[in-house]
């Protein structure tokens, strides 16, 4: 029984794959014909754009205040603790309390 199976499966997997339709494959861009999609593709690479802005402007303004390289790099370590410790707590919050009520608060 269990060789037959095998021979089965080896079988349907030995078929030669069926030629797609060119009107059934999606585009790299398809995604952007719908407006909410623009909305939420732009708002995420202009906070993409903030969040790494501001982590170049951290560092440059440390060192430029300390002129240490070691200052500069605790002063980019501190600034992602927050990141470090608040995602698992967010992500466990999520998981046990009611979305909406999160979002509200």
Not at 56 to 68: C, D, F, R
Not at 69 to 75: G, Q
Request: with cysteine; glycine share 8%; charged share 15%.
């Amino acid at each position: 029984m269990r060789i037959v199976l095998i021979f089965d499966f080896v079988k349907s997997c030995s078929r030669t794959p069926r030629p797609v339709n060119i009107s059934t494959r999606f585009n790299t861009f398809d995604a952007f014909r719908h407006r909410n999609y623009r909305f939420l593709w732009c708002g995420t690479a202009l906070f993409s754009a903030g969040f790494w802005l501001q982590q170049v402007v951290v560092g440059w303004l440390a060192y430029e205040i300390t002129g240490s390289p070691l200052m500069t790099s605790i002063a980019l370590g501190l600034d992602a603790l927050p990141i470090l410790f608040g995602a698992p707590l967010g992500g466990l919050l999520s998981d046990k309390y009611d979305k909406k009520l999160l979002l509200a608060m």
